[in-house]
C-alpha cells in the first residue's frame, strides 16, 4: 500500500520558520520526482515545489522562491520543505504528492492526507 | 504560465443525470510530440486531498468507475459523469502539466446535487 505521511504543520507567526517531511512507503522513491502542493482555505491547490531524484532539478513557485527549500533523503525516504520568512498568504494545507515519471515528470498520481499551516500572530 | 480556467464554478446535478464539467486552457497543452494532451483531472472531497481521475485528458486512472469520462483537445476538455451519484459530490480540478514548471490548476468545480 502507498502511503504519504506529511508532518511538521502547525500554528507560527509571521515571519517564522517550519520544516514540512513527508514520510512515503510503498514507492521505489529513490526514482520519484516528488512536489509539493499547497491549498489556501476555500481555494484551489498551487504547486509550489518539485525535486528529482538525485536533486539535480530543484524548481519553486515565484510565491516561494527564496523562502522555501526543498529536500529529500532517499534513505529515509523522505521530502522535506524548509519554509522560511513566512506571511499570511502561506496559510494552507500542504500536501505532498510523487510525481508520474514515464519517463514524465507528468501528472500527481499519489497523495499525503496534507498538513496545515497556520501563519496568525 | 498556463493559466487553466474552469466552467460553471458550481453545477447541481439531479441523481442519475449527466454532469458536465469544463476546463480551458490559455494556450494549447496538446504534443505533438507524443500526440497526447498534457492535462489532468481530479477529484476532491471534504477533508481530503485531490485524487487523480483521469489523465492525458481521457485515460481514466485504475479503480476509477466507469461513469466518468474525459474528453477534449488543444485547449478545450470536458470531464463528464454519465450518470450522477451522490459519492460523486466533490469538487473537480483540471490541471496541465505540458508547460512546466510551474504546474497549474483551474479554479475548481464545484459538484453538487439537485
Known amino acids: 500500500e502507498v502511503q504519504l505521511v506529511e508532518s511538521g504543520g502547525g500554528l507560527i507567526q509571521p515571519g517564522g520558520s517550519l520544516r514540512l517531511s513527508c514520510v512515503v512507503s510503498?514507492?521505489?522513491?529513490?526514482?520519484?520526482?516528488m512536489v509539493w502542493v499547497r491549498q489556501a482555505p476555500g481555494k484551489g491547490p498551487e504547486w509550489i515545489s518539485r525535486?528529482?531524484?538525485?536533486?539535480?532539478?530543484?524548481s519553486y513557485a515565484d510565491s516561494v522562491k527564496g523562502r522555501f527549500t526543498i529536500s529529500r533523503d532517499n534513505v529515509k525516504k523522505t521530502v522535506s520543505l524548509q519554509m522560511n520568512s513566512l506571511r499570511g498568504d502561506d496559510t494552507a494545507v500542504y500536501y505532498c504528492a510523487r510525481v508520474q515519471t514515464s519517463p514524465g515528470p507528468y501528472f500527481f498520481d499519489y497523495w499525503g492526507q496534507g498538513t496545515l499551516v497556520t501563519v496568525s500572530s | 504560465d498556463i493559466v487553466m480556467t474552469q466552467s460553471p464554478d458550481s453545477l447541481a446535478v439531479s441523481l442519475g443525470e449527466r454532469a458536465t464539467l469544463n476546463c480551458r486552457s490559455s494556450?494549447?497543452?496538446?504534443?505533438?510530440?507524443?500526440?497526447?494532451?498534457?492535462l489532468a483531472w481530479y477529484q476532491q472531497k471534504p477533508g481530503q486531498p485531490p485524487k487523480l481521475l483521469v489523465s492525458w485528458a481521457s485515460q481514466r486512472e485504475s479503480g476509477v468507475p466507469d461513469r466518468f469520462s474525459g474528453s477534449g483537445s488543444g485547449t478545450d476538455f470536458t470531464l463528464t459523469i454519465s450518470s450522477l451519484q451522490a459519492e460523486d459530490v466533490a469538487i473537480y480540478y483540471c490541471?496541465?502539466?505540458?508547460?512546466?514548471?510551474?504546474?497549474?490548476f483551474g479554479q475548481g468545480t464545484k459538484l453538487e446535487i439537485k
Open positions: 525535486i528529482n531524484p538525485d536533486e539535480s532539478f530543484i
Open positions: 490541471q496541465q502539466y505540458y508547460s512546466v514548471p510551474p504546474y497549474t
Open positions: 494556450q494549447s497543452v496538446f504534443s505533438t510530440a507524443n500526440n497526447k494532451n498534457f
Open positions: 510503498g514507492l521505489t522513491f529513490s526514482r520519484d520526482w
